[in-house]
């Protein structure tokens, strides 16, 4: 899925695992939105990412509206857009709020905790994948508040379990080079869920994710995200994935409800507005670097997408603070 690996390269996935429990029924912990704990896990995460892979036992996996997943061994449930969740086995009186009472964890290391009842025990490992929110948007738009995936039920997906297991252990993880693995084994894990996700998507399925399976739309997909700034039309987009134009450009709307053209203009203006926030290049350059041929053109596009002209975009968005992004989004 070549697209998949393309726009994950160019979000800047960065992974961790932190936090390994031992649970015992009856436990219920309620985990915030994932807004309000980024500081603590990942400070210069634009969006972070929560998941929760099961490696022993059951539980289930709440949302706030009732939404409710089940759990069983080799289950990974994940929150792409930070939603606040419970997660529990049995019924206690009320939740506990997760990083009040396992914040110390965080601090000492990938060492166990135990907490709950004494009943039945459930063992998992938590995760996040810190990325960047304007370009991943275009990922994430197409993914619930809540996804389920089981990801031991084939031989890579037991390795990769099994070295997850392997790796936290029993006790903290302090060797050398630990920290690297355990956040090199949560982003493959991550990208293994997605994956596995947009496989299972139903055949009627529409939006970008189903867009990326297609074989066409796809490749063309792929090609636009890998050179952004190169000087496409559909032509030469057509007859690098094998088909008309026509037939290109159908796909490509019933999938994604526009042209590949002004997809491209989109994501073009995204990276320009990444490339803004992260670097202290010109205008100009900003402007030659995804593929616009003069800085007036650019502007004009990006004012009509950020509602600011660029240097106006940068200078606002480099004095307001993180939790601001709502006010720069594209319309």
Request: proline share 6%.
């Amino acid at each position: 899925m070549d697209v998949l690996s393309e726009i994950l390269r160019v979000v800047r996935l960065d992974g961790a695992l932190f936090f390994n429990a031992e649970f015992s029924a009856p436990w219920c912990i309620s985990e915030p939105r994932s807004s309000a704990i980024a500081h603590h896990l990942s400070p210069a995460a634009g969006h972070l990412i929560l998941y929760h892979l099961l490696t022993e036992g059951r539980a289930y996996a709440m949302l706030a509206d009732g939404r409710r997943e089940e759990l069983s061994a080799g289950d990974i449930i994940v929150f792409p857009h930070g939603d606040p969740h419970l997660l529990g086995n049995g019924s206690p009186e009320r939740p506990v709020d997760a990083f009040q009472t396992f914040g110390k964890n965080l601090t000492e290391g990938f060492k166990l905790a135990r907490f709950g009842g004494g009943g039945e025990v459930t063992r998992f490992v938590c995760g996040y994948m810190a990325c960047e929110p304007r370009l991943s948007e275009v990922l994430l738009a197409g993914l619930p508040e809540m996804l389920k995936v089981h990801v031991a039920d084939d031989p890579s997906g037991r390795w990769l379990e099994n070295s997850i297991r392997f790796s936290v252990g029993e006790g903290e993880v302090t060797d050398a080079g630990s920290g690297l693995v355990l956040a090199k084994l949560s982003e493959v894990l991550f990208v293994e869920t997605l994956r596995r996700y947009i496989n299972a998507l139903p055949p009627g399925q529409k939006g970008w994710l189903a867009g990326a399976r297609d074989p066409g739309v796809g490749q063309a997909l792929a090609l636009l995200h890998k050179e952004p700034a190169h000087p496409w039309t559909v032509s030469e987009l057509a007859r690098r994935v094998g088909l008309s134009r026509t037939r290109l450009a159908e796909r490509f709307s019933h999938f994604l409800a526009e042209s590949p053209m002004a997809y491209l203009a989109r994501w073009r203006l995204r990276l320009g507005a990444e490339r803004l926030l992260s670097t202290d290049d010109s205008v100009a350059e900003v402007a030659a670097a995804v593929g616009y041929g003069s800085e007036a053109s650019f502007s004009r596009a990006f004012k009509r997408e950020f509602q600011h002209p660029p240097a106006r975009f940068r200078r606002k968005r480099r004095r307001a603070p993180a939790d601001s992004f709502e006010e720069t989004r594209p319309h």
